[in-house]
């Protein structure tokens, strides 16, 4: 079975700093994808940014960019100029790929991040 | 363009009770699937409904049951409520892909508590 493993429980940056969020996960496939999902209080997952498994570059979305290292199976989300809007619980996901994998998702158990102004 | 929507926001229930949650797909999408998150942790995978048929399950008893509607709408049951069952659902949708490459979207859940 596929496990994801965020092994920090809460961070916190300044505003307009940088923050690295870690993430590692366990699977036997070749054909995944990985995610990252923010949670404000309003409690709707927002996706953030997506990584496919055969794609060697990371994946960026603005101020937002992962450090994928698939031999290590590692998946970790970088934030550049924090703003106070990106406080939230930020999850990280694995989904397998092909059809049959439907939308079934294993998360991590989150990252609380608090930005201080 | 309304994206996935949930009904009711907050319920309480008693133990032993039964419960039905709703959950309106996006527009275009025809997957539904259902997660429950306990409080300060992951959401967990319960099942996926696709042409109105259960398609995957995750490891839910059978007191989690599902139904999904010819307009892609779905409810979520549960019979016998424990204690143990209180936590915020979500619903998420999608368009079923042959490379299961669909993004998933999220609705705002809703906290069900049990006492």
């Known amino acids: 079975a596929q496990t994801v493993t965020q092994s920090q429980p809460e961070m916190s940056v300044q505003e307009a700093e940088t923050v690295t969020l870690s993430c590692t996960y366990d699977?036997?496939?070749?054909?995944?994808?990985l995610f990252w999902y923010k949670q404000p209080p309003s409690r709707q997952m927002i996706l953030v940014i997506r990584q496919e498994a055969y794609k060697q570059q990371n994946a960026t979305e603005n101020r937002f960019s992962v450090n994928f290292q698939k031999a290590a199976k590692s998946f970790s989300l970088k934030i550049s100029d924090s703003q106070l809007g990106d406080a939230a619980m930020y999850f990280c996901?694995?989904?397998?790929?092909?059809?049959?994998?439907?939308?079934?998702?294993?998360f991590g158990e989150g990252t609380q991040l608090t930005v201080n102004p | 363009d309304a994206g996935v929507t949930q009904s009711p926001t907050h319920l309480i229930k008693t133990r032993g009770q039964q419960v039905t949650l709703r959950c309106s797909p996006k527009s275009g999408h025809d997957t539904v699937s259902w997660y429950q998150q306990a409080l300060g942790q992951g959401p967990q995978f319960i099942f996926q409904?696709?042409?109105?048929?259960?398609?995957q399950r995750g490891n839910f008893p059978d007191r989690f049951s599902g139904h999904q509607f010819p307009n892609y709408s779905s409810e979520l049951n549960v019979n016998a409520l424990l204690l143990g069952d209180s936590a915020l659902y979500l619903c998420?949708?999608?368009?079923?892909?042959?490379?299961?490459?669909?993004?998933?979207?999220f609705g705002n859940g809703t906290r069900l508590t049990v006492t």
């Open positions: 998420a949708s999608s368009l079923r892909s042959h490379s299961g490459n669909s993004p998933l979207h």
């Open positions: 996901a694995y989904r397998r790929g092909g059809e049959t994998s439907g939308s079934r998702l294993t």
């Open positions: 409904y696709y042409e109105e048929e259960e398609r």
């Open positions: 699977t036997s496939e070749s054909d995944y994808y």
